[in-house]
């Protein structure tokens, strides 16, 4: 049973470019949650969407950012126009339901904007 | 001008010694809390887990206590070894909202 697989791992970007992030969540897992973590802090939540909804979207930035999950496929975290200060790595996590079960984490996209 | 940066907490202990990492939460109403363990250049991965119904809970290796009066979470670590050296981090949800939030994380190193 694979993880939560995530690609790529690394993406480098120039400034004003964009930035697709792909999470496939793990086998039976329909609950997809997007974190962002800046080096030596925590994770800080973005957006958590359920299979062609988005459930809840507080912690994404108003603008550039936007996130879907569609019937097929992976779920897609988009950056529109990046700047150097979307540096960061994004996780994503999935899990069987809402928030009382228990988060599995991929590996995590490490994003370089030049 | 000067900057200044975010510096995680740190704790040193040696292989073998029991390790004890602390959080503290700030929402009274989180009813589930999740120690996951990060290390260099991974995603966090599950320790253990706790629901605010419960003040401890034993895994292998691993006890959480939680002490809701004090709003506090802790994690002991049992013979550590040096595989355990990584970043800790706390998560707590209120049970209502969407979200898990994570404190800023313990780096951990076990000295050989």
């Known amino acids: 049973n694979a993880g939560v697989m995530q690609n790529p791992r690394h993406l480098v970007r120039r400034r004003g470019q964009e930035a697709r992030l792909r999470c496939s969540p793990m086998?039976?897992?329909?609950?997809v949650y997007w974190y962002r973590q800046l080096p030596e802090e925590g994770l800080k939540f973005m957006v958590y969407?359920?299979?062609?909804?988005?459930?809840?979207e507080s912690g994404m930035p108003k603008e550039r950012f936007s996130a879907e999950f569609p019937k097929e496929g992976p779920s897609i975290l988009r950056i529109q126009q990046v700047v150097r200060g979307d540096s960061a790595a994004y996780f994503c996590?999935?899990?069987?339901?809402?928030?009382?079960?228990?988060?599995?984490f991929g590996p995590g996209t490490r994003l370089t904007v030049t | 001008g000067e900057s200044v940066g975010l510096h995680l907490p740190t704790l040193s202990v040696q292989e073998g010694d029991n390790s004890i990492i602390n959080c503290a939460y700030s929402n009274s109403a989180s009813d589930y809390f999740i120690w996951y363990k990060q290390e260099s250049g991974k995603g966090p991965q599950f320790i253990i887990d706790i629901r605010s119904n419960m003040d401890k809970r034993q895994g292998q290796r691993v006890t959480v206590l939680l002490n809701k009066t004090v709003k506090h979470l802790s994690l002991q670590i049992a013979a550590t070894q040096p595989g355990d050296s990584a970043v800790y981090f706390c998560a707590e949800n209120s049970g209502t909202g969407n979200q898990f939030y994570f404190g800023t994380g313990t780096s951990l190193t076990v000295i050989p």
């Open positions: 969407l359920q299979k062609e909804n988005i459930i809840d």
């Open positions: 996590a999935s899990s069987r339901g809402a928030l009382t079960y228990e988060q599995y």
């Open positions: 086998k039976g897992h329909s609950h």
